[in-house]
């Protein structure tokens, strides 16, 4: 018999029900199978869709309640045969309905399932997820190094310190003595080959009883003492309430010190001859004695008796930022000269005579007598004032000099009077005179 409209129509929407299945739970697609059914009427043919979206054609004569209870029935047999008791849906779920159960034991079963089914699924992606996010460490036959994965397979300890691939190796190592100088002419350095990671000792230079080395040669313990000067900027030049500064003390400048040292003391006559100097004859040495401050000393054998005790003569800026000791002042007790009493040697306290060093308090660098008793001697040549002069401690300032030897001498001495007793005070002479009371400080780079 030839499909009236109705019949298309009614295939038609049973094609939609089938097409609906693959995302839509069971009990809802038989619900709008049925809906559909209804809006069709209780005339002509009649469909419905099974779980297979198969056609239900009513009977001629059936009323709309025969039609949906046939429709049940067809759909309870297709989906849970009497046969496979547990069986899966088109779309793969179990549906694990009992031979016998209702439409609706059924419905109730399938969206369980479908729930159970996007959890477990969940989970699985979860489960990828983590499985690509965990690093793991790479350590096997690594002693040391990365992991891998931001940790450390381990460290290495001497004398294996190095981790070159994975190991742990050999630092720098040496070959010969000649890998192992350190520069210092007053040590023995030599390159020790029975150790796992041959490496170089270094032993100090064997000198006799009562010797000390100075330039890789031993000589007599001189008994000079290196104090350690810090680092630091300082205001070079006249100081802010000094009224007895001259235009060379001018214009003040912000000068920058390395770190460095000085002796303690000025050199006394003793030390000075220990070192090979030979002791000058002048006025100014009278009343002292192997304690007191060797003076009437050329610059250059200040210079090289400096040398042979393992420094050099101070820069002029170095001597001034010791001297100081931390103050501002004009002198390192305060700007008034009745605080130097304590403090240095000069003609209202010495009694005409130099004195032992250490006899009146050091600054606060830890010197003494940095002001009085003898004239220090430093490394520069003569400038008429600071114009132009450089803004670092080290090297000396020894270009465009305005007296071609001629050098500068700081601190005054026990015959001067109150105004030559100030920090910032510049004495001039030519270097060859030895007929001054001007004596040796000595300083050397930070050790």
Known sequence: MRSSGHDIQQREICWVGARLRRDLPLSTIVMVCLLLAAVGGTTGPTCGCNSHAQTVVAREGDSQTDVRQRNDTTRS??????VQPDTRNEDGVEVAADTGDSVAQADEIGPEVHEQLAQDQWKDEEADVEEQDVCVPGCAGKECGDDGCGGSCGGCSAPFIECQDGLCACGPTCAADSDCDDGDDCTVDICDPSVPCPACLS????????????????????????????????????????????????????????????????????????????????????GGGPDTPAMCTSWQNAKGICEAAGGRLPTEAEWEYAARGGTTTARTCGDYLTCQTDFGWYDMNSGGHPHPGKELPPNGFGLYDMLGNAWEWVEDCIHKDYEGAPNAAYPAWTVGCDHPEWGVHRGGSYWDMYCEIRVSVRGYCCWPDDSNPIGIRCARSAQ
């Open 77 to 82: 047999e297709a989906l849970w045969p009497e």
């Open 203 to 286: 032993f100090p230079l064997d000198c006799g009883e009562g010797e000390i080395c100075t330039q890789g040669t031993c000589g007599p313990w001189w008994g000079g003492k290196w104090i350690q000067i810090p680092g630091g900027t300082f205001q070079m030049g006249c100081s802010p309430e000094d009224s007895c500064c001259d235009g060379g003390e001018f214009p003040v400048h912000e000068v920058a010190v390395a770190p460095f040292e000085m002796m303690e003391t000025e050199m006394t006559q003793a030390q000075y001859v220990a070192l090979g100097g030979t002791l000058g004859v002048c006025g100014f040495s009278e």
